[in-house]
């Protein structure tokens, strides 16, 4: 009885090691994951150099690896199973109330040195360009105005502090603080429960607040909203893949004054006339309807021909911004200076920059 | 290669168990000598050749003993045997310990002398202490001489113990290496010993280390007593996973090969004494320590000074052969006199007291060890034992203490049960149902260390990788 027991026991282990091992060398390599914005990697090479290095057996591990059978299952089945014995903290998110996923950044997260180094650009930059008004609006993230959701006793870092710290430290730049009315509306749904972003309604209450630093007044009437999407499930899902929790509204404010205007992408390497890319709503990154994702440069060219060219800096949180501004100039740019690798003063010149604005949220300055 | 990535469970393993099965028994230990070094290759592909050199080295020294024993000639088979003590101890001395002993005299001396930097080669503190008890023990004529290379460099080689032991003295399996016999049931132990043990290294001491990694993030001199008692406690349970998990998967893994390696681990935490644990823990390593230093030191046979002198030589020993820092050789002298004290002093008194109190006072010296061992900072981990005991005036709890044990108690609680469980498995084995629950058991194990496994793989970027 025992010896069958066991018998029965190696096939069925044999098979469990061997069946992983036929599925990676014997069907058809994935070359992209959605879920987690990459790349997977390739059938590896057999050089002698990458073997006297190394590099070979690296290759062949990452393989293996990112082509393993059921690999989204089998996490997904992690989180599952670290969800059911109460883990409010996974791989990085926090499973806080209402089922929103809090990105969790801890005081032990913030690199001083960046920071401190990001400002000190930033007072540099002010400075060379001390004939343009300069606005910086430093967007702060759920883990700090939805603080009240996250698990009771969770350690977040001190955001508040922060933001005080490039508030005091910046010079000849007006700070857009948005910290008290984003948390007047912190009952609404001003952040995405499943992605890192803000809402478009977030954004729209912040367009308000910079409304009040630049003379105009907006009217929440003139917009009508529409629903999108009822299906995102944005970067902080990707993280868990727990396929249980509610998904993301994506809406749009369309101006019922809207004006006319064209975008050119990279440098004119390709134009579109709207800040709306429906296409991508068939992707899994949804927030990229906003202008389509991140590019090293786009410029939009509005009919108010009223002589006023804007450039912002950004990261994606600017995204969903920047469709409120464009009404109020001729040119509106957008730098990101992750990707962007020419003069930045050079470009300020050339287009004829008349105010400049700052837009990014408060990770972007510390990590 | 390390036995817990997806790499070796479905590719090397299915193949080398295939490659093995189909051959004839003749050609066997050949195979299981050139998967070793592939093994070993495949992480270091330049070291390779240190343990290549080891092996033939201290075979060429074996046949040379012999032939001097063979021609009555002992003094000369006495040269070769310090020969090869001596070049194998230099060769670790020298990729483990040269940084260490040149930065120390730097210290002392104010020079600058340039560090060498050079990356220590795997399992070298394994296979060269291997190797030794094979040069050892064909001098003291305890075993005979190896005459094949293949079978030779099979067992220096053999890729289960190769990198985190257990310690194999070659006399323990020398008869093996001839004569060993693969079998159904044995297989299938194996399995459950390899599914057991990386379950212990994946599940639970991978993840309780996350857990000690967090909590030691902040800043040591501000944590407040129980949080710093219960950093100690997590880093006490991945240390006994991490390495426990590794010598089962070892022993299943050579027992899928037919091969019975001697156990490493007897749940060290359930002793009663310092004395108990080091019976219990890490069994390999003491083993060879005794019986190749204290021994023939005199060990206890000598007087009580010199009883005193070789239990400090060992230990200090036994703490420097964990790392070349000198948080580890004051770790292992913590170790040599409370056994000293336990010896002569305490033990007498320890035996009446409350089971209770034995057992608390074993742990609680065992955890403040690994707070020792753990920091090779001396001051960090000087700082944390002052928030253990209270010295840092930060209080007793605070709200981060409550989170994480809301958070991870099922973890804590699953580490504390299974490092102390009271079922002895030699009465359970015999049972009736035994074979079913532990096979689907082991399944069930090994399915959820695969999702632990593939969770370390899975990588997701906030904006997209050019």
Known sequence: ?367 | MVFSSLNFLFCFLPIILIIYYLSPKSVRNLILFIGSLIFYAWGEPIYIFVMLFSTIFDYTNGLLIEKFYLEKNQKKAKIILLNSVFVNLGILCFFKYSDFFISNINNILNINIPLLNIALPIGISFYTFQTLSYTIDTYLRKVNVQKNIIDFGCYVTFFPQLVAGPIIKYKDINNQLKERKESIDGFSYGINRLCIGLFKKVVLANNIGMLWTEISNHPISQLPILTAWLGALCFTFQIYYDFSGYSDMAIGLSKMFGFSFPENFDHPYESKSITEFWRRWHISLGSWFKEYVYIPLGGSKKGKIKLFRNLLIVWILTGFWHGASWNFIVWGLYFGIILIIEKFVLFKYLKKLPSIIQHLYTIILVVISWVIFSFEDMNQGYLYLKSMFGFNHTGFINDYLIYLLKNHSVLIIICTVLSVCFIKIKDIQKKKWYPIVINTGSILLFLLSLCFLIGSTYNPFLYFRF
């Open chain 1, 1 to 367: 009885m025992k010896r069958q027991v066991n018998i029965i026991f190696i096939i069925v282990f044999i098979f469990i090691l061997i069946g992983p091992f036929v599925y990676i060398f014997f069907t058809n390599d994935k070359e992209y994951a959605e879920n987690e914005n990459r790349y997977l990697s390739e059938k590896p090479r057999l050089t002698k150099d990458n073997l006297l290095s190394g590099q070979y057996f690296k290759n062949f591990e990452s393989y293996v690896d990112d082509q393993f059978i059921f690999r989204e299952n089998l996490y997904e089945l992690k989180t599952k199973i670290q969800k059911t014995i109460g883990n409010k903290d996974i791989n990085g998110v926090y499973l806080a109330k209402d089922n929103y996923l809090i990105e969790k950044t801890l005081d032990s997260d913030i690199d001083n040195k960046k920071l401190l180094n990001n400002i000190e650009s930033l007072n540099e930059f002010a400075k060379n360009n001390n004939r343009r008004s300069i606005q910086l609006m430093v967007v702060p993230t759920s883990s700090l105005i939805l603080k009240e959701k996250l698990p009771k006793y969770a350690e977040i870092f001190d955001q508040d502090n922060v933001l005080n710290t490039i508030k005091s430290s910046v010079n000849d730049i007006t700070y857009i603080d948005l910290r008290n009315v984003l948390s007047q509306h912190k009952k609404e749904y001003i952040y995405y429960k499943t992605d890192h972003h803000w809402t478009t309604l977030g954004s729209f209450y912040s367009y308000q607040e910079w409304g009040k630093y630049n003379n105009i007044a907006v009217d929440s009437n003139s917009y009508f909203k529409k629903v999108v999407t009822s299906d995102f499930k944005g970067t902080l899902y990707s993280k868990l893949l727990d396929n249980s929790i509610e998904s993301d509204e994506i809406v749009i404010f369309n101006d019922k004054n809207q004006i006319d205007y064209e975008i050119t992408y990279n440098f004119n390497k390709s134009k579109s006339n709207n800040v709306y890319n429906f296409e991508k709503l068939r992707e899994k990154d949804k927030y990229q309807i906003f202008l389509g994702g991140n590019y090293p440069e786009l410029k939009i060219t509005t009919n108010n021909k009223n002589q006023k060219n804007l450039l912002i800096i950004k990261d994606s949180y600017a995204n969903a911004f920047v469709p409120f501004l464009l009404k109020h100039y001729e040119n509106v740019h957008l730098v990101d200076m992750r990707y962007f690798k020419q003069n930045l003063d050079e470009y300020i010149n050339d287009y004829n920059i008349t105010e400049i604005l700052i837009l990014c949220n408060t990770l972007s300055f510390i990590k």
